[in-house]
Every structure is written in C-alpha cells, then in structure tokens.
C-alpha cells in the first residue's frame, strides 16, 4: 500500500422524515429543524423547564428534510459511490437509525412507485443504463442477499431458510460469507426479481415482521464486473462491489431484568450495532491502535468499508417529534462520529476472484471444443465427397474457409444429408432381396446404432453451442442501440449540469459561510474609533463567544450523561454475566470430577474460522487413524463419580449415588424421516363457531327457576348437581327449552344452576 493514496472521509448525511398521522392527530411538537443550505440540524429540548436552553446544532455533509424527494438523495449523494463502484471501487451505503424513522423507506422505499423507490432500485436502474451506454466493455452483474439476525447469517436468497453461513477469511480477497448464493442479472427486471425473492424470504422467517426487521441487519451486495481491452493489449477486468446495508434499529434494548438465556439473547440482538458503535469510537479515537472489527459478523464484514479500501455514505434517519428526542440526539452525536472516520479507496484491479474472468475462460474453452468438433466434421464431409465422386464438383470457396459467417445453415445441411443418406441405406438393405434374413438384421441393426451415434454427436454439438450462447448472454455489453443511446446522453448531460449547478451553488454557500467566519475573526483586528465602541463591539462579540460556550458546556454535559448511562448498562450486563459464570464455575469444581474436567480441557480448543469451542477428536497422535483405548475415566466404577457421590457410596452403600450420571452426553440422532404434525389452520370463522361448540357448560347461563318448583322437591338438597366432567353425556337432553311453557317437561341431567 502507498503511503500517499489520498484518504477521504465517510460521508455522512442526515434524513429527517415527516409527522405521520399519529403524531399529527396527538398534536406532538416538532423539535427538529434542517437547515438544508448549511446542512445543519437543530434540536431543540422540549421541555418547559428547559426552555432557556440553548438548541443543539449539528453539521453534516448534506441534511435532507421532510420534503425531500428519493430521487434528489440518489442524484446528490447515492449517484457518485454508485458511479464509483462501475469504476471498481468498493462502496456501501449504512442507513442507521431509531426503528421508524425512514430506513428502509429510504434503502427500498416504496415499490411499484417510480417517485418513492429507494436507493436499491434506483441503483438498478443507474447500473444498467450504464452498461448499455458503454463502449467497449464487457460486464457482469451479480447480486447476493443476507441477513444477519443475533449474530446469525441467513441467505436469504436460498432455498433452504434455516440453514446459517459461516464467515472465512482468505489473505488474498479478505472476509467472506462462505457458500452465499450469487446470481447473475442480466436486467433490471431480473435483479429487481432476485431482490424482491429476498424480500419475501425476509418476512417469511419472522413470526412478527416489524420486530424482526427492526432488530436484523439487511445487505443486499451488487457485484459489477467489468472488462476492457487497454492501451496495454491485454484485458483487464475491474470489480466493484456495492453494499446496500438496511441496519436494526439503534434504539436502546432493554436488558433490565433478563436471565440467563434471555440476557444471552439480549445482549446478543444488536451486538452487531453496537460492535459497529465501538469500531467507529476507535477509528475516530486515533489512539486505539486496536480496531475490534472481530467483535461481530458485521464490523467484520464490512470492515473494509470503515477505514478500508471502500467508499462509505451513512444515512442518518431521524425522527421530527418531541417523543423522539433522545433517540434523535442520540442518532445526530454517532453520526457526527463517523463522519470523522478516513477510507482510502482503491480500484480493485483484476483481483483473483474475478467471476468475468472465469467465464471468458470458459467460453474460449467451449468455443474451441466447438470448433473441434465443426472442423472434424468438416473433414470427413471431405473425405466422403471424394469418395462418393463429388470431387469433379467444384468446391464453392466460402464454404469451408468460411466458417462462422454459414456455420448454422451449413450445420443443419450437414445433419440432414448424413440422416437422409442413413435412411436410404437402411432402406436399400430391406429392399435387397439377396440377404439372408440374418445377415439382414444384423446389418440393419449397424446401421440404427450409426443413426443413435449421429444423433447423439448432433445432440451434443448442440448442448455446447447453447451452452457458449447462454454463458456469453449473461456477459452485457453496451452501445446496441445508437439513436436511443444519444437521447439517453442528451439526458445525461442535462442532469450532469443540474448536478454541476447543484455543486455551485453549494460551493457558494461554503464560501458565504467561511466569509462570515473571516468576519468575526476580522472584527478583532480592528482598530476602534472610539472607547465607548470598542466596548460595545467587543461586549457584542463576548455575548456571543459565551454563548457558544454555554452551548459546548452543555454538549459535554450531555456527552457525560450518556457515557455514563451507557457505563451502567455495560456494568449491569457484566455483573450479570459474571454471576452467570460464577455459578458454572462452582457447578464444574463441585459435580464434575477434576481429572474429567482436565481431560475435557485438554481436548477443547478454539476454532477460529467458526469462532467456536470444539472438541479434539480422540486419536493417538502417531496413528491418526487408529482410535485410543478408551480412558479409564473412573477405574472401579462403571461411570465418572464426583467425589461427593464417592463418599456417599462409603457411607450409604445401598443409595442412589451407586449410578449417577455426571456427563450428560449428546446421543446421535438418526436423521428424521417423518413430518411433524401440523395443525391444520383454521378460518377465523370456523374457529370461531367451534370454540362456541365446544365451549364448558358452565358458561351456559340457563334461567330454571321455573322447573324448580315442579321438580325441586325429587332432590334432597334442592339443587340438581351437575356432572364434574364438560363432556357431553349420552342422556338425550330435553328436545323443549327450558324456557318453553307446556308438558311434557323434564328435568335435564345435568347444566342447571339454580338461582
Ligand atoms: P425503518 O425502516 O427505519 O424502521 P421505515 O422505512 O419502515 O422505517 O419507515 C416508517 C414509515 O415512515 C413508513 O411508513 C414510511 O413510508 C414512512 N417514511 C419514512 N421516511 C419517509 C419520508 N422521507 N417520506 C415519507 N414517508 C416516510
Ligand atoms: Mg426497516
């Protein structure tokens, strides 16, 4: 690496959606003002008591509003990374922020809607275009699509959704996410298909949608491979690699109260957020020297694209109401972070792992093996000519020579003659009359197994040629079409000088602001006419010099406040996972004997790829393949006793410590080959009509004060006790209701309640 690549920053910016319904109709305040030209957020603090308190300003590379259009996002701040990942620089886009305020909306936002779709799309779009405006050049797209759900990745464009994929690491290309499908899109249509399966994918998983979405992480990688003849005469292929990265919420888990497993869970719903947190707090420390990248799947995987070889934006979304307030600030002071943290992107260059590479190679192997075959046949068209007398024919020059140009129609010919000459030997051996009907057979026989060959030869020249065709179908290239290729240009370079324009006028509001700076500094300088103005002007600047400094004062009050509440969380969480190893720890030096416990140590090791403990097979070291003797774990006893169970044995002879099990050992379980029963799903309305059938009698509110009178005088305690059991009895019930007046009437068995 060069010492002198130019380093840039993370860009960040800063999206504010609108009021919704809810917060509208619930008349909250807004507290969140933009001030898109200066690109400034401002935070007001809506308490009452707080009102002398100044509002909180923070400044980022661009802010949007509630007014913001999809299509000015992409066209500021997506269009440039999108463009550099067609030039082979690796980019991603983060959108962070609390659950609900415009993540997804801004990474996806709505389908079907060309107005409200979201970067991921229009990247599609601005991918394509692209390639069919080159010249030139040959591309590949492909797109992958994960999630990482408490530390789990799923891919979620496989068929098989439960299975979880591992994070390997090479020397050469970095991190990876072993066996994650990557499919080749030709289109718009087809990528947008291969992101819409992964959307399904994602809401199939989740038993509550909103939940799990708001607490996994989402990636979908488009993958642009490029390859250009250069000045050198040889082909390069350059890859870029877009991370398009719908991050978990950022709003604080609650970890109070939780045990155990649950703590395990807790604790392990947004490792990778706040992983993420720790890596841009020591990249933007500068002085960690440690970077804890390793600490999740997330920060490891994207780890090139904070403070590595990537282009990185993040999207800061925020909410405008007062509710939201700690979250908004909370989002506003990490992303003010990040926006300090240096990448130095590079193109990667015809890097190993280049799939463009592998199918040019490919296609050349498949096209020789074509060429083969024609030539061989070509040959024996030849022979056969000469044999058959065709040679006083003259040989039309293109024929031969000219391969490519009449290969179809010249194939096709080929194939016919040589069936049709088959089947009219074939029919010349039916029709001869001298053979012996043997001879006849088997000759016939010959010649349907030389009609088989044909058909299998043709058969497979075809399987190869459409193997060529369908392999170099998903390589694109561009310029097919000139007319509408310079209406395309022509719009190009009406959006190019917008955005020209956009940029000035930008660059003139840094001007004014730096200006207005200069001015305050200037004011200094100046020599004063009068006592009296010198003291008022400077009175003026001290006011506001103050100011400021209340505002940072209250900043790093703040600041502290946040440590600190974030210091006691991580406390808490310590503490309890300590507790939670004292405890295993006293289970281990009480219930398992020590020289167990040892061999089980000596066996445990680290496996760094799977970031798991696992065990060391039993093996000798010599012989790898031959098992050891089993240790004598407990000589004199049929199992491991720990001592407590030795001792009671001594005492107590006869008691249950004869046989107790300490390891509980895991059983192989053959694999399953039954299906679980499942409940067949019920119309509400059914559910409805049969939970009201089969509903407990006691609910039943049956007035029988009228039978009382009749009957009440049979039972000796005056009430007719009723069944213990719900269940219906064989004892026809009366055919009349209760209610109804006239003989005959008789007492029901059982589900009255007298008053
Ligand atoms: P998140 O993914 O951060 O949880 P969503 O993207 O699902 O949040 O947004 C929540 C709701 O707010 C959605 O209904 C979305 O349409 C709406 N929304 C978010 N941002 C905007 C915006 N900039 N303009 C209009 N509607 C928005
Ligand atoms: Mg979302």
Not at 131 to 158: C, G, M, P
Not at 160 to 186: A, C, I, N, W
Not at 491 to 507: H, V
Not at 653 to 681: G, W
Request: charged letters at 35%; hydrophobic letters at 30%; aromatic letters at 6%.
């Amino acid at each position: 690496m060069s010492k002198n690549k130019s380093s840039e920053s993370v860009k960040v910016v800063v999206r504010c959606r609108p009021m919704n319904d809810k917060e509208r109709a619930a008349k909250f305040e807004r507290v969140v003002s933009v001030d898109v030209k200066l690109g400034q957020i401002i935070v007001r603090n809506p308490r009452e008591a707080s009102a002398s308190e100044l509002p909180k300003v923070f400044t980022f590379d661009s802010v949007y509003d509630w007014n913001s259009k999809q299509i000015d996002l992409y066209d500021e701040t997506f269009r440039p990374l999108v463009d550099s990942v067609l030039l082979g620089f690796n980019g991603t886009i983060f959108a962070y922020g609390q659950t609900g305020t415009g993540k997804t909306y801004t990474m996806e936002g709505v389908r079907n809607d060309p107005e409200r779709r979201g970067v991921i799309p229009n990247s599609f779009e601005h991918i394509f275009t692209h390639i069919s405006r080159s010249q030139n050049q040959q591309y590949l797209v492909r797109a992958s699509y994960l999630e990482i759900y408490q530390e789990e990745i799923k891919d979620l464009l496989s068929k098989d959704q439960s299975r979880r994929l591992e994070l390997r690491e090479r020397p050469d290309t970095g991190v990876y996410v072993k066996d994650l499908l990557s499919f080749v899109t030709k289109s718009v249509w087809e990528i947008e298909h291969v992101m819409n399966v992964g959307n399904q994918n994602r809401s199939v998983g989740a038993t509550n949608m909103n939940e799990h979405s708001s607490r996994s992480h989402a990636i979908f990688v488009i993958t642009v491979e490029c390859s250009e003849l250069s000045v050198d005469g040889e082909n390069h292929i350059r890859v870029g690699k877009l991370n398009l990265v719908d991050l978990a919420g950022s709003e604080r888990q609650t970890k109070t109260g939780a045990h155990g497993e649950r703590l395990k869970e807790a604790t392990k719903i947004n490792l990778s957020l706040s992983a993420l947190g720790n890596v841009i707090s020591a990249l933007v420390d500068g002085r960690s020297s440690h970077i804890p990248y390793r600490d999740s799947k997330l920060t490891r995987l994207l780890q090139d694209s904070l403070g590595g070889n990537a282009r990185t934006v993040m999207v800061a979304n925020i909410g405008p109401a007062s509710y939201n307030v700690e979250e908004t600030l909370t989002t506003l002071r990490y992303s003010n972070r990040a926006k300090n943290i240096k990448n130095k992107p590079r193109i990667n260059e015809d890097p190993k792992d280049a799939l463009l590479r592998e199918f040019q190679e490919e296609i050349a192997r498949l096209k020789a093996q074509l060429q083969k075959r024609l030539g061989k046949k070509k040959k024996r068209r030849q022979r056969r000519r000469a044999v058959e007398g065709h040679d006083d024919e003259e040989l039309e020059e293109g024929e031969t020579e000219d391969d490519d140009d009449e290969d179809g129609d010249d194939k096709g010919d080929y194939w016919r003659e040589q069936q049709e000459k088959l089947e009219r030997e074939r029919k010349a051996i039916m029709d001869d009359h001298s053979l012996v009907a043997e001879e006849k057979v088997l000759l016939l026989k010959e010649k349907e197994k030389k009609m088989e060959d044909l058909k299998r030869e043709r058969e497979a020249g075809e399987m190869l040629a459409a193997k060529v065709k369908a392999m170099e179908s998903k390589l694109l290239v561009g310029g097919k079409n000139i007319v509408d290729h310079t209406n395309e240009q022509q719009r190009m370079l009406e959006q190019r000088r917008q955005e020209i324009a956009e940029q000035k006028r930008r660059e003139r509001e840094m001007q004014q602001q730096m200006e207005s700076r200069d001015e305050e500094t200037l004011e200094l300088k100046e020599t004063y006419s009068s006592l009296q103005q010198e003291v008022d002007i400077k009175t003026k600047k001290l006011k506001k010099l103050f100011a400021k400094l209340q505002a940072v004062k209250a900043e790093i009050q703040d600041l502290q406040e946040v440590h600190i509440n974030h210091r006691q969380e991580l406390e808490q969480t310590q503490n309890e996972l300590t507790r939670d190893l004292k405890l295993k720890h006293l289970i281990i030096e009480n219930f398992i004997p020590l020289e167990e416990k040892n061999k089980i140590v000596n066996r445990a090791y680290m496996d760094d790829e799977d970031e798991h403990w696992k065990m060391k097979p039993i093996t000798r070291i010599e012989d790898e393949h031959q098992m050891m003797t089993r240790p004598l774990s407990a000589v004199g006893y049929r199992r491991p006793l720990c001592q407590h169970a030795r001792v009671a044995l001594i005492m107590k002879p006869d008691i249950r410590y004869k046989a107790e099990n300490i390891l509980i050992l895991d059983m192989d379980m053959p694999a399953q080959t039954t299906k679980e029963y499942q409940e067949p799903v019920i119309a509400p309305k059914v559910a409805a009509a049969l939970e009201d059938a089969l509903r407990d009698e006691d609910e039943i509110q049956v007035d029988a004060s009228r039978f009382h009178s009749s009957f009440a005088p049979t039972s000796a305690s005056g009430s007719l006790k009723k069944p213990k059991t719900g269940k219906k009895s064989g004892t026809p019930t009366s055919p009349f209701s209760p209610s109804s007046p006239g003989p005959p009437l008789y007492p029901q068995t059982r589900g009255l309640v007298p008053k």
